[in-house]
């Protein structure tokens, strides 16, 4: 009986190390030894440089500088901040005595005040 035991592990042990070959033969490592490949770049990083093959990554749902510098009221409140003016009534008339860019569309109206 202990005989026919030991031959059973036997048996079983030499089937878990068959398919353990197997799957050692799967995942092997195929690559040719090349010391210097680890300083080569890499497609992700190749792809980064060449930006007029990208499209535009986000979209842009605010204000892009462009149209922020457009804006006269903006570009009012940036010369405030770098001069350090700091007076809230100050900024605030500077701001409204300021006409913006381009009239709002909700502003627009067809009626005439008298």
Not at 22 to 46: E, F, I, M
Not at 58 to 73: A, E, I, Q, S, Y
């Amino acid at each position: 009986m202990r005989a026919v035991e030991l031959e059973a592990r036997a048996e079983a042990e030499r089937a878990r190390e068959e398919r353990l070959a197997r799957l050692r033969a799967q995942v092997q490592v195929n690559v040719k030894d090349d010391p210097t490949r680890h300083l080569n770049p890499t497609v992700a990083t190749q792809s980064e440089h060449d930006v007029s093959k990208t499209a535009q990554m986000f979209p842009v749902h605010g204000f892009t500088t462009d149209h922020l510098m457009k804006d006269r009221r903006f570009k009012v409140q940036l010369m405030m901040n770098e001069a350090g003016i700091k007076n809230p009534e100050l900024r605030a008339i500077a701001l409204t005595n300021t006409a913006p860019y381009r009239p709002r569309p909700e502003m627009a109206s067809t009626h005439k005040l008298v």
